[in-house]
T-cell receptor
Framework: DVKVTQSSRYLVKRTGEKVFLECVQD?????MFWYRQDPGLGLRLIYF???????EKGDIPEGYSVSREKKERFSLILESASTNQTSMYLC??????????????FGDGTRLSIL | QQQVKQSPQSLIVQKGGISIINCAYE??????FPWYQQFPGKGPALLIA?????SEKKEGRFTISFNKSAKQFSLHIMDSQPGDSATYFC?????????????FGKGTKLSVKP
């Protein structure tokens, strides 16, 4: 089974802090994703990466950055945390399909509170 | 054109009944339509998926119906059980478009009453 592991289930940080969320997958997937999930808004894509050291902006990248130094690890960085970044953060990974889209596999999320 | 519209937002069904969740899309180039199930405190888990070359896919009590001409697809849960109570997300993706990014619907919260 694919396993996507997010380092923290719950995290509380203060406004202005630099926050790191870590994600590791064990299936050698090329693609990795960061989403935030808010009630009534569904899942919104923040950033994704299709290879080591490669990154692409998603729909809501403002206030975030990412790092992918190794294939299995994808980090989300809140440069200066603000209260409107309080949310559930979900990491996902997927293989690159040969001509067709492939499913994404999710971690259990990090619930981040910014005080 | 990239949106996936999901309805209803919430659904209450009696045990043993049929739950139906609908999604509509605009982009005819989408080539993959998964449904995800999410329990409280957990990440979304792939439930069932369909590609546009078939009109229906069934896995146990879960069936996806796909109507290519209407650009709609739906999830049917037969003999709904309290354990099916969860939030369900439909999604669509386009191969080669941003490495197969999924476009998600906003979710449906299903409650199955005993």
């Amino acid at each position: 089974d694919v396993k996507v592991t997010q380092s923290s289930r719950y995290l509380v940080k203060r406004t202005g802090e630099k926050v790191f969320l870590e994600c590791v997958q064990d299936m050698d997937h090329e693609n990795m994703f960061w989403y935030r999930q808010d009630p009534g808004l569904g899942l919104r894509l923040i950033y994704f990466s299709y290879d080591v050291k490669m990154k692409e902006k998603g729909d809501i990248p403002e206030g975030y950055s990412v790092s992918r130094e190794k294939k299995e690890r994808f980090s989300l960085i809140l440069e200066s945390a603000s209260t409107n970044q309080t949310s559930m953060y979900l990491c996902a990974s997927s293989p690159t399909g040969l001509g067709t889209s492939q499913p994404q596999h999710f971690g259990d999320g990090t619930r981040l509170s910014i005080l | 054109q990239q949106q996936v519209k999901q309805s209803p937002q919430s659904l209450i069904v009696q045990k043993g009944g049929i739950s139906i969740i609908n999604c509509a899309y605009e982009n005819t180039a989408f080539d993959y339509f998964p449904w995800y199930q999410q329990f409280p405190g957990k990440g979304p888990a792939l439930l069932i998926a369909i590609r546009p070359d078939v009109s229906e896919k069934k896995e146990g009590r879960f069936t996806i119906s796909f109507n290519k001409s209407a650009k709609q697809f739906s999830l049917h849960i037969m003999d709904s059980q309290p354990g099916d109570s969860a939030t369900y997300f439909c999604a669509a993706s386009l191969y080669g478009g941003s490495q197969g990014n999924l476009i998600f619907g906003k979710g449906t919260k299903l409650s199955v009453k005993p």
